[in-house]
């Protein structure tokens, strides 16, 4: 979703050091200095060609990447430096957890540009490592290059999981429980928000933080992941959810070959979004269904396992699953209503990079 841009001068009026002055060596070895996480699995990290891990335990390594453009994916307004170097992390985790996997360590390219302060590095380096800390990731080498207007961010991290315990998204299969984590929709009324600050919002100040907070400093599912994959049910698929429910349901259900049907009633939506949208003329169900950047879990489950998944209680993990439907040998997505009126989804709604809305 773009954004305009905004002078960096605005935001950060008295730079602490230039970057000219610094140098890309500099540069490195300050932002080094942020990073306080350290792993006994490190044998060479930041200031080589490559990193250097040991790895002998035999399971299988994962690895995802994820870009962030200025005017694309942030604004400068409403990210805070933390914010966003909380964010560059939680995304790449909430990956991993998607296939079941532990994030172990971290590579990242930062294209700066010339009229980047040095204190807003080392703020969204501060960003980096709590998320490291929290979580656990060794940030063990990077790039730094210039970049001619926008601020770009790449971050690679590479993960472990069991072999018998990878979740992939091909494996649902027709009668499988569709399953999600947390609330959906919240992030997107906050990104809403944010882009129409002009606007005179309805509701409380506190409800208002609340849906903005879930899209500034999102909260990867790692602790539900880790428990699912250490449990004896059978996870049949997952992904995690970036691009709204619809469409990365959709990513399942083409590798599966295979259609879902949704309960519109069985969505889980928090107490704020409920009451934000309702007092401001907006459908929280359109926002939990096709609504992006919740970074919640979105699981398959053999019908078998259904019981057991409520007797062993997920909660263990800190974090409510709720079934929202059921796979189908029928493809497509279907929404039963509230009232028992089927709505079939044609194509998928959630954002796409290069066609906007769906």
Known sequence: MPWRGTSLKKVFKQPVMDLSKLGEFGLISRLQS???????????????????????????????????????????KTHTP???????????????????????????????????????????????????????????????????????INLALLGETRKKKVFVRSGARPGDRIFVTGTLGDSALGLKILQ????????????????????????PRLAVANWLAKSKLKVTSMIDISDGLTQDLGHILKAGKVGAELQEADLPISKPLAKYSLINSLSAFELAL???????????????????????????????????????????????SKTGRTKTLHRPMGFNHFKGKA
């Open 196 to 219: 129409s600050s002009k606007k005179k919002w309805k509701g409380s100040e506190a409800l208002r933080k609340k849906l903005i907070q879930r899209h500034l400093k999102p909260e």
């Open 82 to 152: 933390e914010q966003l170097g909380w964010k560059t992390m939680a995304v790449n985790i909430s990956d991993i957890a998607a296939m079941g996997g532990e994030p172990k360590f971290a590579v990242i390219s930062v294209g700066i540009p010339s009229s980047l302060p040095v204190d807003f590095l080392d703020r969204f380096y501060k960003g980096l490592n709590q998320a490291s800390v929290k979580y656990k990731v060794a940030l063990i080498g990077g790039d730094t290059v210039a970049s001619p207007k926008h601020l770009f």
């Open 34 to 76: 942020h990073l306080k996480y350290r792993s006994p699995q490190v044998i060479q990290g930041i200031g080589d060609d490559c990193a250097v891990l040991s790895l002998d335990n035999g399971n299988y390594q994962v690895l995802t990447t994820d870009a962030l453009v200025e005017t694309v994916h942030f604004n400068l």
């Open 290 to 336: 096709s609504g992006g950047e919740d970074y919640e879990l979105l699981f398959t489950l053999a019908p078998e396992d259904v019981i057991s998944l409520g007797i062993e209680s997920i909660n263990k993990a800190d974090q409510p699953v709720t079934q929202i439907g059921v796979i189908t040998a029928r493809k497509g997505i279907r929404l039963i």
